[in-house]
């Protein structure tokens, strides 16, 4: 052991969301742990939000420097002109079903409520669309985009929400709760906050089990992170190197909790060091930012090196819900983010930066949008509701009505590492 230093660091000046002046050493000493986390981000939104209590009346202010200018987007390592046209075009799904989605509420045709991912489309869909056919999704109610980019079509996802027969859960649930553990790899996303990040990495387990190293998918928002079975789940894929991409999405409020009562790290790309994984901080309004980190990290997980966990920083651009007029949300918060709109950047990019898309063509990819949504839109208008003595079905599995085979091969009764994989600690443990 060498003679321990006394570490006297300089105050530096702290940049961030939530910043509140805490002080970083700025020069280590030899034995003083360093890290990196990698950061994508053209720009670090530098503000905070604090309650403001005036006698009975609480209310949140927003302080900092709100006027910055709007960051270009990234040049992608990875993506073509074909690539960036396909999520921009799941980006504009996601959007105008969403749009399409509320008009059904005032209509009352949705039974229960909508959940929104307005200005978290980059998230959703450049995110999936990392993911390959044997890779796993598991969504929050925010990533509806990543449900259209795995496949399932916008009419699933509005006869979802008005409960018609022919939907994904044949009328029983509401809202996005479906998956589809056959063809997609989706499962079901999970209220209970946290919950997705076990089944997820189980999911990975259960793949290394019968020879294979896949990718797994899910999200978790900033106030979903502070559960104890994010760290149960993430903790355990950690150890057990399991292929789990964890997209934590900073959209800046859970519910009516601003992130700055949330949680006292500066970026929560930080919370990966202590499980010893990397962290990696992207701006979630830039679908090319999203997709290089979702990229990688997909890659790492099935190369079989673990874990990641991707903050993607952004903001929910309307309340918790379709019942929630988020009041209590300062409105130049609204006004700076809208700024940073993520649809919009990425039109522009493509079609004044890059010239990838003529105005033409974007016009027309555009109505091709409109067109699909509302002929998906009339269809599940048109599409009857289930008959009552349907109910009961299908809740219950019954007489082995569904056999779940191994997707990748036989589990192996002894873990050898099978050939060409790396041999893990999960292989040790079951010998
Ligand atoms: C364990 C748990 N606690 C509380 C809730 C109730 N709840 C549902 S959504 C929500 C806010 C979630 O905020 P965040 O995780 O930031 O996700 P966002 O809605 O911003 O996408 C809360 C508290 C829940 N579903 N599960
Ligand atoms: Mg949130």
């Given at each position: ?23 970083a050493?700025q020069s ?5 742990r ?22 009975d009346?609480?209310?949140y202010?927003?302080?900092?420097d ?39 509420y ?25 993911l ?27 006869m ?11 009328g ?42 896949i ?46 009562m ?5 970026d ?33 997980a ?8 991707i ?17 209590y949300?300062?409105?130049?918060l ?13 039109e ?17 990819l ?13 269809f599940?208008v048109?599409?009857?509701?289930p008959?009552?003595e ?36 999960a ?5």
């Amino acid at each position: 052991m060498g003679k321990k230093k006394k570490i006297v660091g300089k105050p530096a000046d702290r940049h961030s969301s939530n910043g509140r002046g805490q002080r970083a050493p700025q020069s280590l000493g030899p034995s003083q742990r360093s890290y990196t986390i990698l950061d994508y981000q053209l720009e670090k939104p530098s503000f905070s939000i604090r309650q403001v209590r005036k006698g009975d009346e609480v209310r949140y202010e927003v302080t900092g420097d709100l006027s910055a200018p709007v960051p270009p987007i990234r040049e992608s390592k990875y993506l073509d002109r074909k690539q960036c046209l396909e999520i921009y075009r799941w980006m504009l799904l996601n959007r105008k079903m969403e749009t399409a989605l509320e008009n059904l509420y005032k209509q009352g045709q949705v039974v229960g409520g909508v959940y929104f991912g307005l200005g978290q489309e980059a998230c959703s869909c450049a995110s999936a669309y990392a993911l390959q056919k044997d890779d796993w999704l598991g969504p929050m109610i925010r990533n509806q985009g990543s449900l259209l980019v795995r496949g399932f079509s916008a009419r699933d996802i509005m006869m979802q929400y008005m409960a018609k027969a022919g939907s994904p859960t044949k009328g029983r649930d509401a809202s996005s709760h479906f998956g589809d553990i056959e063809k997609r790899n989706v499962v079901s996303p999970i209220s209970t906050l946290g919950d997705l990040i076990p089944v997820l990495a189980g999911v990975a387990l259960g793949a290394r089990l019968q020879g294979r190293n896949i990718a797994v998918m899910t999200y978790v928002g900033d106030g979903g992170q502070s559960t104890g079975v994010t760290y149960e789940g993430l903790n355990f894929a950690a150890v057990q190197d399991l292929g789990l991409v964890l997209f934590v999405e900073n959209n800046l409020w859970a519910y009516s909790t601003p992130a700055d009562m949330q949680f006292r790290v500066k970026d929560l790309a930080e919370r990966a060091i202590a499980y010893g994984i990397p962290g990696v901080i992207v701006d979630g309004t830039d679908a090319c930012q999203v997709y290089d980190a979702a990229h990688e990290a997909c890659e790492r997980a099935r190369r079989g090196e673990g874990p990641t966990l991707i903050e993607a920083k952004m903001m929910r651009m309307k309340g918790h819900a379709i019942h929630d007029a988020a009041e209590y949300v300062p409105k130049p918060l609204f006004e700076y983010w809208h700024k940073r709109d993520c649809i919009a950047r990425f039109e522009n990019y493509l079609v004044n930066v890059k010239k990838w898309l003529s105005q033409t063509e974007n016009r027309e990819l555009i109505t091709g949008v409109d067109q699909q949504l509302e002929a998906d839109r009339d269809f599940a208008v048109a599409s009857p509701m289930p008959e009552p003595e349907s109910a009961a079905g299908g809740v219950y599995c019954e007489s082995r009505c569904h056999q779940i085979r191994p997707k990748y091969g036989v589990p192996k009764a002894k873990m050898n590492a099978p050939s060409g994989l790396k041999p893990t600690r999960a292989s040790v443990h079951l010998k």
